[in-house]
């Protein structure tokens, strides 16, 4: 049975840095096709902050037109101001994919790393070894990258379960 070649963005939001990652799965077959990072300048105000990482994100999609898109959902640290600006960001790695009317999975951190690492509680540098082991041609720079790219990993390995993603989608988007 042949299977379909699917691109996926992966996206690690960040006000900061926000990592992009491009994964084609055919199959079990991953192959790497771009990665970056997407990065906002601390001197200026939030919302031209979230403007440029709203705009480097669909740059992204437009360049590399991925098909699916799969974001990390956030975990709530004790600083509830660097919790709602990450938020904020989220929500810019949410509404960027939706725009083009790509289908959106979000999964957990520890979902990713288990995906990625066999355990949930995988290190950076476990996530990154791993990440040069799964896609042997990827060259990234940082850890946001890398993980961008597990997050699109994660969600190659786990769209076969639609009913994550058909929750998340409009009716309309729905076959």
């Known amino acids: 049975m042949q299977h379909a070649s699917i691109r996926i963005?992966?996206?690690?939001?960040?006000?900061?840095r926000t990592g992009w990652g491009i994964v084609e799965?055919?199959?079990s077959r991953l192959v790497y096709v771009a990665s970056g990072l997407i990065t906002s300048d601390a001197e200026d105000d939030l919302a031209y902050r979230l403007r440029s990482l709203h705009e480097g994100l669909r740059a992204v999609i437009a360049q590399h037109k991925p098909q699916e898109a799969a974001i990390e959902e956030t975990f709530v640290n004790k600083d509830a101001r660097a919790t709602l600006k990450l938020g904020q960001a989220r929500g810019i790695a949410l509404l960027a994919p939706?725009?083009?009317?790509?289908r959106i999975a979000e999964y957990q951190p520890n979902v990713v790393k288990k995906t990625v690492t066999?355990?949930?509680?995988?290190?950076?540098?476990?996530?990154?070894?791993?990440i040069g082991f799964l896609l042997p041609k990827a060259?990234?720079?940082s850890a946001d990258e890398a993980d961008?790219?597990?997050?699109?990993?994660?969600?190659?390995?786990?769209?076969?379960t639609e009913r994550k993603?058909?929750?998340r989608m409009p009716r309309e988007a729905l076959p």
Do not use: N, W, Y
Request: net charge neutral; glycine share 18%; hydrophobic share 40%.
């Open 9 to 16: 963005l992966g996206i690690d939001p960040g006000l900061r």
């Open 25 to 27: 799965a055919e199959g």
């Open 98 to 102: 939706a725009q083009s009317g790509l």
């Open 118 to 130: 066999g355990t949930g509680h995988g290190e950076k540098g476990q996530i990154q070894a791993m």
């Open 139 to 141: 060259r990234f720079d």
């Open 148 to 160: 961008a790219l597990a997050i699109a990993i994660c969600h190659a390995s786990h769209r076969g």
């Open 165 to 167: 993603i058909a929750a």
